[in-house]
């Protein structure tokens, strides 16, 4: 999925929660994270998240909007947070991220 290909389902994935006055919070880390906040990778297979408000909700507007959208049954998909510990927080997630971006940018000598 490539940065705009993610803003819309994203977008969409709100238009739908909106439309049935459901608040849910996701957040976004790992390849998607880094392809919407920074200019170091152009794509990623998926959008790794953890929904912390609205989970059941979220989901299912997810998979809603995936299909009007064309996109994999698991574009948002909580997969990857088996690698947190409880001590994870959005902004140490960042960080890691942000190291990750640092280690594997091409050295501007």
């Given amino acids: 999925m ?10 969409r994935l709100g238009e739908i929660l909106r439309d ?3 608040t849910g919070e996701v957040d ?3 390849g998607a994270a ?3 906040g920074f200019d170091f990778r152009r794509a990623t297979q998926d959008v790794d998240s953890l929904v912390t ?3 059941g909700e979220v989901m299912q507007a ?5 299909k009007e959208l ?3 049954p698991n574009w948002l998909n909580e997969q990857a947070t088996i690698y947190f510990s409880k001590h994870s ?7 890691v991220t942000e190291l990750a971006r640092k280690l594997h940018a091409p050295s501007q000598s």
């Fill in 20 to 22: 049935r006055r459901v």
């Fill in 89 to 95: 927080t959005p902004e140490r997630v960042l960080q």
């Fill in 70 to 72: 064309d996109l994999p």
């Fill in 34 to 36: 880094i392809v919407m």
């Fill in 2 to 11: 490539e940065k705009e290909q993610i803003h819309k389902a994203l977008v």
């Fill in 62 to 66: 997810a998979q809603e909007g995936g």
């Fill in 28 to 30: 976004i880390f790992g």
């Fill in 53 to 55: 408000m609205g989970h």
